[in-house]
């Protein structure tokens, strides 16, 4: 924590604390091992299994070992939300057991549940049977084949894969999360997105507890093709350069009014600051521009009653060269600029989950630790003395435009 | 009377005062089977007019369903080419809809006045398009094998960039702010039948926290294709027994056996009071509430005590600050399915208690049929112009009573009606509701 800093100028009243943290990723199924992973200078990239991916040639950071939950899914539904599910349903657990919230703890209208969640896609085994039953001996399709009678192969259950709220509303019936909520996607803003909604819906009594989080892509075929022609992951390199990568995750926090957690005797783990959105596409039309990431970065500065000089961490969201240059505009005129960590280097893109993992990540992280030098922008060792994270921002953007920024106060905040 | 009025005012000047910042409606737009604008829409719906027809768009032969609620291309077509351009191949017949009705909306609202565009942003209720018959063969060939060709499918003219991007859903909400120069927030709400109105209420949240001053909010659809119809055939959603396309959708009678799909768009702009007056800004209505809620029961089934929307109108009618015998209509979602017409009218009686039956409740869905992440936003659209008009909106085709739908549904004819304070109910697959509190303007 930086000295001589200004106690944050929001009231009291609209404070909101952080008494939960979960999340699951390709370094590990909970926090603790996600944090040991990190803080070893881990990367969870690695070959992509469960279906073949020789035609993509790139890694990814996939979530392997997930813990099973037991639900009243029927079994094909629960195959329609895919991984989705149990990124969500992984994560939500580890926070509520971590802010000792039982069923009884809140009444189901007062638990709130807000949620980024990444790209969900029909699954090709679920549509393909139609066109088989429809080919012609020359192995083409016959259209009328197709519509008079082809087409009842297909898996009819099949455009729930595609509503991305289906994992979100199982996780509220499994968790009796009955309260405000709100599904978000599908990219790291909108984890931001969940985040700032979830905040609101406390300050403004709708809720007692809100869960908010993310969870990202399921690592499949359509998602690599999507982010290969998008151009977040490239083709299969001839260099040694480490190249971007996807990466599967769900994160969430559990929030509360300062004062309900404290009532409650419940641990604070840390609060929320402040929150900055902008959109604006870059000019190639990949990403968000520089611009509109600085503008949100600042927006939750001033938000937060906070200049450049109160963040001690910023977690970057991305593989971007905008993002940093953002970052960089932003801090780099002060004085004892803080510390910036690539995340996304060891657990890939993550999208919606991203900055809520990156969030749960840097409220994790013990007070001495010495950050890993391979995951610093630049690289170098933070010294194992002295360094304390006290604001901490995280970005959430999207390579349609979208940007969010949010600051969190870790328990090391003076 | 006199007296409720007074109360009715002290009520909201209480809310005005506990609320960060008062959000009016400056703008709205539509575009639906009925209408190619807000004025069209009403207008048709003022005379019980129905939207549904059978479907043109594509084969329907041997579909148990063969109808819909389609909105004609010509209606889109002048517009395409002004406004889309180089961005046209992103733009999904959603986005499109979209476009048309969210142009609409910032003219009423002269958005294009406001100079702070980094304070105006977009929420939208939308899932993307559906992949195309085409693009299931193509998927065949290069993915039919063991492996993916992902050079073969993603080469130039047999799967392209734009493929995918119709189908996800916050390139339709980028595209927005750009053709609208919103620089400000940007999200994109996937709740299903609740998006529209989710994306609305989510907006409300945006400028009473200060983070816009206004808000493009709204939701879009079109799932009159080939691949998105038959999905909904498949699991049996759709009406399928129906003597003309126009009596099919018959919310609330007791002959209703399914929903009719249909396409469509809705947008309003909404603005924080002080913004709107600063800039001398038409004022239509204001967004006094909003509230939501999951059923958290079983994702195929609404609850069946209607519990999620039981307090999905609760939370709206509190965060207005109202009490529920403040409230004077219901735009339902009475989707014409057994089900939600049935609990959703229970639902509204556990909210408005003894005075249910005396509350006029109707579905704009009897004539435009469920345009799904649109319904919402269109339907919050009709509601300002029936509180502005005097007018409630009908329920057509009711015909047949249903002993378990006994509630006043404003059956067949419009009627006329002072009426300030509606809440506009929308309930998402998966058991997600969401519910507006609109109030008539008052200073």
Same mark, same amino acid.
């Given at each position: 924590m930086k000295a001589g800093l200004k106690p944050p100028s929001y009231p009291p009243a609209d404070r909101v604390a952080i008494t939960g943290l979960g999340a699951v990723c390709s370094l590990g199924n909970s926090v603790p091992e996600i944090i040991q992973g990190f803080l070893s200078g881990n990367s969870g990239a690695g070959e992509i299994t469960g279906f073949d991916a020789g035609g993509f040639g790139c890694p990814a950071a996939q979530v392997k070992n997930l813990p099973a939950f037991k639900t009243d899914v029927p079994p094909q539904l629960a195959i329609t939300m895919g991984k989705h599910l149990s990124?969500?349903?992984?994560?939500?657990?580890?926070?509520?057991?971590?802010? +000792?919230?039982?069923?009884?703890?809140?009444?189901?209208?007062?638990?709130?549940?807000?949620?980024?969640? $990444?790209?969900?896609?029909? !699954?090709?085994?679920? /549509?393909?049977?139609?066109?088989?039953? +429809?080919?012609?001996?020359?192995?083409?399709?016959?259209?009328d084949k197709f519509f /008079?009678?082809?087409?009842?192969?297909?898996?009819?259950?099949?455009?729930?894969?595609?509503?991305?709220?289906?994992?979100?509303?199982? &996780?509220?019936?499994?968790?009796?999360? !009955?309260?405000?909520?709100?599904?978000?996607?599908? !990219?790291?803003?909108? $984890?931001?997105?969940?985040?700032?909604?979830?905040?609101?819906?406390?300050?403004?009594?709708? &809720?007692?507890?809100?869960?908010? $989080?993310?969870?990202?892509e399921e690592i499949s075929p359509l998602g690599l093709a999507r982010a290969r022609i998008k151009g977040l992951i490239g083709p299969p390199s001839e260099t040694s350069a480490p190249a971007p990568f996807l990466g599967e995750a769900g994160a969430m926090l559990v929030l509360e009014p300062f004062s309900t957690a404290v009532e409650r005797g419940a641990s604070i783990l840390g609060q929320i600051a402040g929150f900055g959105f902008t959109c604006e596409k870059s000019e190639d039309g990949r990403f968000a521009s520089r611009q509109a990431i600085s503008s949100a970065i600042r927006a939750a500065l001033s938000d937060a009653g906070l200049t450049p000089g109160g963040i001690d961490l910023v977690m970057l969201g991305s593989f971007d060269k905008n993002e940093l240059e953002a970052v960089h505009e932003v801090f780099d005129a002060d004085v004892s600029p803080?510390?910036?960590?690539?995340?996304?280097?060891?657990?890939?893109?993550?999208?919606?989950? $991203?900055?809520?993992?990156? &969030?749960?990540?840097? /409220?994790?992280?013990?007070?001495?630790?010495?950050?890993?030098?391979?995951?610093?922008?630049?690289?170098?060792?933070t010294g194992s003395a002295g360094f304390k994270i006290g604001r901490v921002l995280v970005n959430g953007i999207s390579c349609e435009g979208g940007c969010g920024s949010m600051i969190l106060e870790g328990a090391n905040a003076g | 009377m006199i007296g409720r009025l007074a109360s009715l005012q002290e009520k909201l000047d209480l809310n005005a005062h506990t609320k960060s910042r008062r959000v009016v409606v400056t703008g709205y737009g539509m575009i639906t089977p009925i209408g190619k604008d807000s004025g069209e829409t009403f207008g048709n719906a003022r005379n019980s007019v129905s939207g549904i027809d059978f479907i043109s768009s594509f084969e329907t032969e041997g579909l148990p369903c063969r109808i819909g609620g389609q909105v004609s291309d010509s209606w889109l077509g002048g517009f395409q080419a002004k406004r889309l351009q180089g961005i046209e191949k992103c733009s999904s017949r959603g986005l499109k809809l979209m476009i048309a009705a969210?142009?609409?909306?910032?003219?009423?609202?002269?958005?294009?006045?406001?100079?702070?565009?980094?304070?105006?942003?977009?929420?939208?209720?939308?899932?993307?398009?559906?992949?195309?018959?085409?693009?299931?063969?193509?998927?065949y060939r290069y993915a039919g094998g063991e492996s993916w060709d992902i050079n073969g499918l993603t080469r130039d003219g047999v799967y392209s960039f734009f493929n995918f991007f119709r189908r996800k859903p916050d390139v339709a909400c980028s595209i927005l702010s750009i053709l609208?120069?919103?620089?400000g927030a940007n999200f994109t709400v996937v709740s299903a039948c609740a998006a529209g109105t989710q994306a609305i209420g989510e907006a409300l949240g945006a400028i009473r926290a200060g983070k816009a001053d206004v808000m493009i909010a709204g939701g879009c659809e079109s799932n009159l294709?080939?691949?998105?119809?038959?999905?909904?055939?498949?699991?049996?959603?759709?009406?399928?027994?129906?003597?003309?396309?126009?009596?099919?959708?018959?919310?609330?009678?007791?002959?209703?056996?399914?929903?009719?799909?249909?396409e469509g768009a809705g947008t309003l702009v909404l603005e924080s009071l002080e913004h709107a007056v600063a800039r001398n800004a038409p004022i239509f209505a204001e967004v006094l509430g909003y509230g939501s809620s999951a059923d958290a029961f079983r994702i195929t089934d609404m609850h069946p005590k209607g519990d999620g929307a039981v307090f999905a109108m609760q939370q709206a009618i509190a965060d207005a600050g109202l009490s529920a015998s403040d409230i004077?209509?219901?735009?339902?979602?009475?989707?014409?399915?057994?089900?939600?017409?049935?609990?959703?009218?229970?639902?509204?009686?556990?909210?408005?208690?003894?005075?249910?039956?005396?509350?006029?409740?109707?579905?704009?869905?009897?004539?435009?049929?469920?345009?799904?992440?649109?319904?919402?936003?269109?339907?919050?659209?009709?509601?300002?112009?029936?509180?502005?008009?005097?007018?409630?909106?009908?329920?057509?085709?009711?015909?047949?009573?249903?002993?378990?739908?006994?509630?006043?549904?404003?059956?067949?004819?419009?009627?006329?009606?002072?009426?300030?304070?509606?809440l506009s109910n929308s309930f998402g697959f998966g058991g997600q509701n969401a519910c507006l509190c609109l109030g008539k303007f008052r200073k």
């Open positions: 990124l969500l349903m992984a994560s939500v657990d580890e926070a509520l057991r971590g802010a +000792s919230i039982d069923p009884g703890t809140f009444s189901p209208g007062d638990r709130g549940f807000f949620a980024g969640m $990444g790209m969900v896609d029909y !699954h090709v085994e679920d /549509l393909l049977p139609a066109v088989l039953k +429809s080919l012609n001996r020359d192995g083409d399709i016959d259209y /008079l009678q082809g087409y009842r192969e297909i898996y009819p259950l099949w455009p729930l894969g595609m509503l991305n709220n289906v994992a979100f509303c199982q &996780a509220s019936i499994h968790f009796g999360l !009955h309260g405000e909520n709100g599904v978000f996607c599908p !990219h790291g803003d909108a $984890g931001v997105r969940a985040v700032f909604e979830a905040a609101c819906v406390l300050k403004e009594g709708r &809720a007692k507890m809100a869960l908010a $989080g993310g969870v990202s803080p510390v910036i960590v690539a995340t996304a280097g060891a657990v890939g893109e993550t999208y919606a989950a $991203g900055p809520v993992l990156n &969030a749960a990540m840097a /409220l994790a992280i013990p007070g001495d630790a010495e950050l890993p030098p391979n995951f610093l922008l630049p690289a170098r060792s | 969210t142009s609409e909306a910032a003219e009423m609202a002269r958005l294009d006045s406001i100079e702070n565009r980094a304070m105006i942003g977009v929420s939208l209720g939308y899932h993307g398009e559906n992949p195309s018959v085409e693009d299931l063969v193509r998927l609208f120069h919103c620089r294709n080939f691949m998105g119809f038959v999905g909904f055939v498949l699991i049996r959603a759709l009406v399928e027994k129906y003597s003309s396309p126009d009596k099919a959708s018959r919310p609330f009678d007791r002959k209703r056996n399914g929903f009719v799909m249909s004077e209509y219901i735009n339902a979602h009475g989707t014409s399915t057994i089900q939600n017409d049935q609990i959703e009218t229970l639902a509204i009686k556990r909210v408005l208690g003894e005075r249910a039956k005396q509350v006029p409740v109707s579905s704009n869905k009897s004539m435009t049929g469920h345009t799904i992440a649109a319904g919402g936003a269109i339907e919050a659209g009709l509601t300002i112009m029936g509180m502005n008009g005097s007018i409630v909106l009908p329920t057509i085709n009711y015909e047949f009573a249903d002993p378990k739908c006994d509630l006043d549904y404003v059956p067949n004819q419009a009627r006329q009606l002072e009426h300030g304070i509606s």
